[in-house]
């Protein structure tokens, strides 16, 4: 049954507005006014247009982000009501916008995807047979060891590189440098790619180059991953964060240090790296009930 809300005059005047001002396709007219009338069924029936304030507004959508509204749709119904109270608002039906400052409930973020160690060893597991292959080998075998961004990654030098030590010199987010430790077999790895590096004419300090001795651009990288991770198999599309985000999941797994974890990414804030580090429930579950005493039932 229709509100008093839903009838409206208002809402009638409103479509028409829409459709003959505004000149919109019937489709988003059609949009538009389901929207309202969603809206008008979970204000109070014995409010008029006139008289609904901001915190009814915000109310509104809170609930309907609560029912699982998906974010597109909770974007439609607020620009939706936004354009409704613009409308009020010129004809004069109301003397402020309570849809103004309307704001949709934050969405969560999804997670960055990881690849679990079974499917990174798979994907690093490559016959090095050209210069091509070796160099690949190498940035996957980096970006897993060190959890190094594509920025990070492209701007290296060879003198960035200190095999010896195991360790590799990089320039972050606003031009913070650390020093990471590189794992043996990405210095195998590299050691392989620097041995088919002199080999090429390399004008450039780059570590990583081109067949013709130029930078690797960031795009060529991705595309070089996204190649190995269809001819391995890997489900999913293989980028460089995937990789960066399987090392800090891996690492925070084995050593549950979200601090050491936080310096090695170069993350400023600890909550950031949260994000990017966010064990399954299944893995949170099977620590707690090994780990947390009143967890032990039966005991």
């Known amino acids: 049954m229709m509100t008093a809300l839903a009838e409206s005059h208002w809402i009638a005047q409103f479509e028409r507005f829409l459709r003959t001002e505004r000149q919109l396709s019937p489709y988003t007219v059609r ?7 969603r809206v008008a069924a979970l204000l109070p029936d014995v409010s008029r247009w006139e008289t609904i304030e901001f915190q009814q507004l915000q109310g509104v959508l809170a609930k309907l982000h609560r029912q699982g509204l998906s974010p597109r749709s909770l974007s439609l119904s607020l620009s939706a009501q936004k354009q409704f109270f613009t409308f009020l608002l010129r004809e004069g039906a109301i003397r402020s916008n309570p849809a103004k400052s309307l704001s949709a409930p934050k969405q969560a973020k999804p997670l960055p995807k990881n690849m679990d160690t079974d499917s990174v060893s798979h994907l690093l597991d490559i016959e090095v047979t050209d210069p091509i292959s070796a160099r690949d080998k190498a940035i996957m075998e980096l970006f897993y060891s060190s959890g190094l961004r594509l920025a990070e990654l492209a701007a290296l030098d060879v003198d960035d590189v200190d095999l010896p030590q195991a360790q590799v010199r990089v320039m972050g987010k606003g031009s913070k440098e650390r ?4 794992g043996s077999i990405a210095v195998a790895a590299i050691k392989v790619w620097l041995g088919y590096r002199q080999l090429l004419p390399c004008a450039d300090q780059a570590l990583f180059v081109t067949s013709k001795g130029q930078r690797l651009a960031h795009r ?3 595309a070089r991953l996204a190649f190995w991770g269809q001819q ?3 489900a999913g599309r293989v980028h460089p964060h995937k990789l960066r985000h399987s090392f800090a999941t891996h690492m925070l797994e ?3 240090d979200l ?5 090695l990414l170069g993350h400023a804030n600890l909550a950031t790296t949260q994000i990017y580090t966010s064990l399954d429930f299944q893995h949170l579950a099977k620590v707690y ?4 005493p009143h967890a032990k039932k039966g005991k």
């Open 220 to 222: 060529s990288i991705q």
């Open 232 to 234: 391995q198999v890997i």
């Open 259 to 263: 601090r050491a974890v936080q310096e």
């Open 31 to 37: 949009n538009y006014m389901s929207e309202l009338l």
């Open 254 to 256: 084995s050593s549950g």
């Open 289 to 292: 009930d090994s780990a947390h």
């Open 179 to 182: 020093l990471l430790p590189v």
